[in-house]
């Protein structure tokens, strides 16, 4: 049974969590999926990647709780070193990630959600970390992911208390980059990627690469870097064929990606 499903709009490409008897929950199975998934998505020739869960109910609900109850302390390291893994690999992607939560993101879910780049959110959509009330601690990323995003004391808080927050209160904290009804939240999150993909794509990764990379260097590291991207910009026949364009005043480009 497949968990996973990817499709291709121009270079816009969408992934999709079906894993509707569980609320999208990631067992194993999904975790396996959805990095094999992740390897071939890179192979296709895409701008943007879309993330989401099938259904209204849920992004992802969380990991999978009847996998985890029966584990050991050994195999345990297993399990979160899976998880964490996919979390990185979406999060190393050299395109954006859009996550579109439309229901649920729970633990797990919500570790997903924080791995991506930006997070667009249904009005409905509910947020939070579980893990406290049921005697673990989050292992997908999301102890340092969430302490990065929001703070530490709003991490802790959310963390500590193991606390439910509706889409409106993860906006307020900014773990959540955008709000609209459910029902227009496949198109703005589609208007969004358009709107990336519209831009020349070697200078939208080499932006990606510094402010990800950034977060474990000093300001002066990150300037250097910074540097290196912005002259392999000048590398690429889209940063020629733009300023000429700008300068001529003969309208948008389209990127080759060159």
Not at 50 to 75: C, N, P, R, V
Not at 128 to 153: A, C, K, N, Q
Not at 237 to 253: H, I, T, Y
Request: aromatic share 6%.
């Amino acid at each position: 049974m497949s968990y996973i499903q990817y499709k291709k709009e121009e270079f816009i490409g969408e992934l999709i969590i079906t894993r509707l008897e569980a609320l999208n929950a990631l067992n194993s199975m999904v975790l396996d999926e959805l990095s094999a998934v992740l390897d071939e998505v890179m192979q296709d020739d895409i701008r943007v990647l879309i993330l989401s869960g099938a259904g209204e109910k849920a992004f992802a609900a969380g990991a999978d709780i009847a996998e985890m109850e029966q584990l050991t302390a050994s195999e345990a390291v297993g399990f979160c070193q899976k998880g964490n893994d996919v979390m990185d690999q979406i999060e190393s992607l050299p395109v954006p990630v859009i996550a579109v939560v439309g229901g649920y993101a729970l633990g797990g879910g919500c570790e997903l959600a924080l791995s991506c780049d930006i997070r667009l959110a249904a009005e409905q959509a509910v947020f939070g970390f579980p893990e406290v009330s049921l005697g673990i601690v989050p292992g997908y990323g999301g102890l340092h992911r969430l302490s990065r995003l929001i703070g530490s004391g709003k991490a802790k808080k959310l963390i500590f208390t193991a606390a439910r927050i509706k889409a409106e209160e993860a906006l307020a904290i900014g773990l959540v980059d955008q709000l609209c009804p459910r029902e227009k939240l496949s198109e703005e999150a589609r208007t969004l990627a358009e709107q990336i993909a519209a831009n020349a794509p070697v200078a939208v990764k080499n932006s990606k690469k510094v402010i990800n990379s950034s977060m474990g260097l000093t300001l002066k590291e990150s300037r250097y870097l910074e540097v290196e991207e912005f002259a392999d910009c000048f590398n690429t026949q889209d940063q020629s064929n733009a300023m000429e364009a700008f300068l001529k005043r003969l309208g948008p480009v389209s990127f080759a990606g060159k």
